[in-house]
C-alpha cells in the first residue's frame, strides 16, 4: 500500500485521478521481472514542466554508446561533463540498432516514488552518437549496428569515435575499424606523438580532413562529410576528463573547444528539441534490449554478443539457474534480482534503488556464469520456517558474500571441469596465508582494516568445504533450514557466533565447536555435548574433523534435508 501510495503522488497532470490502477500494475509487473510496456510508462510519466528544463539546454541530443565497452568514466564521468555543457545526454548498453530508430521501445528504470521498475520508453531522436571500444574483446559491432549507424550518418546525424591506444597486433581485425572502414577510415598499428603522448596514426580516404597531426606528420584527429551528416575519428577519449593540477581556466578552454566539436557534429540536421526528457537515471540511461527471465533472476543482454556468451547466457544460465536451486531449494520472492550484462571485461556495480539489480561487465562465458551464480545467490535465503518466513541470521548475514561465492565457486566448478579438482573457490589457499601470519584470523572478531577484504571470506569457504568434506551436499541446505526452523518465533533475531555454529552442528549432527576452535575461532561455547531442536534432546559427538587442506568442490544432489543426515556421510 505504502509503494502504491508513493507511485500515486508522484504522477501530475491527467493521471492523477486514475493513478492507483496504474501504479498498482506497475508494481505487480515489477514483482514479476517484467518490463512495464509503454502505454503504462505513459500513463506513469508527469506531462512536462518548464521550470525542469535543463539549463543551457541546447536541444542537441547526445547518445553515448557503452554496448561495446562500458566504461565508468564515461558513465559518470564525459556524460556528466557534456550535460554541463547543456547537451541532453543518454548512455546506452543497447545495441545501437534497437537505440537508433525513434519510437522503438528501449528498456529504462522509470523512477517513480522510491522505486525505478524497468519499463519500456520510446527512443528519441538523436543529432550524435559517440562511441569508442578500447577493448579489443569486446562486444563486436555488428552489421546491423553499422548498417544503422550508416543510415543514422547519412540522415545528418553525428558520429564521434575514439581511437584511443589498440593492440598494435590486433587492429586489424578489430570490431571498432570494420565500423570505421565503412566510413573509409582505418586505425592502424602505427603511432604518433602528441603532447609527448603515443597515438593511434589513422589511415584515412581523400574525403577526410586532417585535425590534429603528430610530432612526426602523421594524422591522429580527423573529420568527415558523409551525406548530411559528418564524421570525426578522436586521437583519446579522455580530453574533457580534468588532470591533476590543472587549472579550472584551461580545464575550461579544454571543454569549450570539445563543445565546438559536438556541435560540428551536430550540424548535419536541426538540434531535436521537443521533449528533453532523455533516459538519465545516474550510470547507464537505456538498458540492454533483449533478457532472460528465471523468476528469481533476470538477465538482460544486447544482442551484439559474441556466440560463446549468447549461448551462455541463453542456455548456461538458464541450467545453472536450475542447478542452484537443486542444490539449495528455497521460496520464491516478492521481486527477482536483474543481472544487467555490459560489454568489456571486467568490473561491475551495484543498482540499489527496488528492483535491485548488478551491472556486469564481462565477455568471457565462464565469468558471466560465475556471476550469475552469486548475485542469484544473493537472493536466496534458504527454506523457510513453517511460518513461510526466513528466520534468523548468522553474524556475517545468511545473503552475503561468503554465501554468494560459495555457490559462485560450485557453478564455475560444473561448468568448468578443471575446477573440479580443486577446493570451493581454491579456498586450501588460506592455508598458505595462515603460516605466513599464524592462526591470527579469528572470524568471530574480523578486522578487515588488518587482513584486508577477502581472506575472511576465503576462511569460511574453507570451513564450509572442510564439514561438506564429511557430511556431504546435503549439510548446507540442511543449515539453513535449521536455523529457519529454530528462530520461526523470533525472525529477527540476529546469532551470536556460538548459535551459528550450534546450527551448523545440528544440521551435521556432531558438535562443531571444537573444529572451530581449533582453526582460531573465539567462541564461548568450546564443546557442546548436547543440545534440543524442535522439542528433541540430541547428543552431539565431536565432529572429527583435521585443519588441514580441503577436498574437491562437491557438485553432488542434495538428499533430504529435513531429516537427520544418515550415518554414512560422517
Not at 496504474?22 to 512495464?36: E, Q, S, Y
Not at 533475531?493 to 571444537?514: C, F, K, N, T
Not at 587442506?549 to 533430504?560: E, K, Q, R, S, T
Amino acid at each position: 500500500m505504502r509503494t502504491a501510495m508513493l507511485l500515486a503522488a508522484a504522477l501530475a497532470g491527467p493521471f492523477c485521478a486514475a493513478a492507483e490502477a496504474p501504479a498498482d500494475r506497475a508494481v505487480a509487473l515489477m514483482k514479476k521481472g517484467v518490463t512495464l510496456p509503454l502505454e503504462l510508462t505513459a500513463a506513469l510519466t508527469p506531462a512536462m514542466d518548464p521550470k525542469d528544463r535543463p539549463k543551457k539546454d541546447t536541444g542537441i541530443n547526445i547518445l553515448v554508446d557503452q554496448a561495446h565497452q562500458t566504461q565508468f568514466a564515461v558513465l559518470w564521468g564525459m556524460s556528466g561533463e557534456m550535460r554541463g555543457m547543456g547537451h541532453r545526454v543518454s548512455t546506452s548498453c543497447a545495441a545501437l540498432d534497437s537505440v537508433l530508430v525513434p519510437g522503438k521501445p528501449n528498456r529504462i528504470r522509470k523512477q517513480i516514488g522510491d522505486l525505478e521498475p524497468f519499463a519500456w520508453w520510446p527512443a528519441a531522436t538523436f543529432n550524435v552518437v559517440v562511441t569508442d571500444q578500447q577493448d579489443l574483446n569486446a562486444q563486436p559491432y555488428t552489421p546491423m549496428e553499422i548498417d544503422t549507424l550508416a543510415r543514422f550518418v547519412q540522415a545528418g546525424g553525428g558520429l564521434m569515435v575514439f581511437a584511443g591506444r589498440p593492440d598494435q597486433s590486433r587492429v586489424d581485425n578489430w570490431s571498432l575499424n570494420t565500423l570505421l572502414n565503412r566510413f573509409g577510415a582505418t586505425i592502424t598499428a602505427e603511432q604518433d606523438k602528441v603532447d609527448g603522448q603515443k597515438r593511434a596514426v589513422l589511415a584515412l580516404g581523400k574525403e577526410w580532413t586532417v585535425d590534429i597531426v603528430g610530432t612526426a606528420q602523421k594524422p591522429l584527429r580527423a573529420r568527415r562529410i558523409q551525406g548530411k551528416g559528418r564524421v570525426m575519428v578522436m586521437e583519446r577519449r579522455d580530453l574533457i576528463t580534468k588532470v591533476k593540477d590543472e587549472t579550472a581556466v584551461a580545464f575550461a578552454k579544454r571543454t569549450a573547444a570539445f563543445d565546438e566539436l559536438l556541435r560540428w557534429l551536430a550540424g548535419g540536421k536541426p538540434p531535436v528539441g521537443g521533449d528533453w526528457r532523455l533516459p538519465n537515471t545516474g550510470g547507464v540511461g537505456i538498458f540492454p534490449e533483449k533478457e532472460q527471465n528465471l523468476g528469481s533472476v533476470v538477465v538482460s543482454y544486447a544482442s551484439n554478443q559474441t556466440a560463446d556468451a549468447l549461448a551462455c547466457i541463453e542456455k548456461d544460465i538458464p541450467a545453472a539457474a536450475k542447478q542452484i536451486l537443486e542444490w539449495f531449494p528455497c521460496a520464491t520472492y516478492e521481486e527477482p534480482y536483474h543481472l544487467v550484462i555490459c560489454a568489456g571485461g571486467g568490473g561491475g556495480w551495484a543498482i540499489n534503488p527496488r528492483p535491485k539489480a548488478a551491472a556486469v561487465i564481462e565477455y568471457q562465458p565462464l565469468s558471466i556464469l560465475g556471476v550469475f551464480a552469486h548475485e542469484m545467490a544473493h537472493t536466496k535465503g534458504g527454506p523457510t520456517s513453517p511460518k513461510g518466513e526466513l528466520a534468523g541470521s548468522f553474524p556475517h548475514g545468511n545473503q552475503g558474500e561468503e554465501h554468494a561465492g560459495w555457490f559462485q565457486g560450485k557453478i564455475t566448478a560444473q561448468f568448468n571441469p578443471p575446477d573440479r579438482t580443486r577446493s570451493n573457490r581454491d579456498c586450501n589457499s588460506i592455508l598458505a596465508l595462515e603460516k605466513k601470519k599464524g592462526r591470527l584470523l579469528d572470524l568471530a572478531k574480523y578486522d578487515h582494516e588488518f587482513w584486508g577484504k577477502g581472506p575472511n571470506w576465503t576462511k569460511m569457504w574453507w570451513a564450509w568445504q572442510k564439514i561438506e568434506d564429511r557430511y556431504g551436499t546435503t549439510w548446507y541446505p540442511r543449515w539453513y533450514w535449521v536455523r529457519n526452523q529454530r528462530w520461526q518465533d523470533d525472525p529477527k533475531h540476529r546469532e551470536s557466533w556460538d548459535e551459528m555454529v550450534e546450527d551448523m552442528s545440528i544440521a551435521a549432527g556432531e558438535d562443531l565447536a571444537p573444529f572451530f576452535v581449533a582453526i582460531g575461532t573465539t567462541l564461548e561455547v568450546k564443546r557442546r555435548e548436547r543440545t534440543t531442536f524442535l522439542g528433541t534432546a540430541l547428543e552431539l559427538p565431536t565432529a572429527p574433523l583435521d585443519t588441514g587442506p580441503a577436498g574437491n568442490v562437491h557438485l553432488d544432489p542434495i538428499g533430504d534435508f529435513t531429516k537427520p543426515l544418515p550415518p554414512a556421510r560422517r
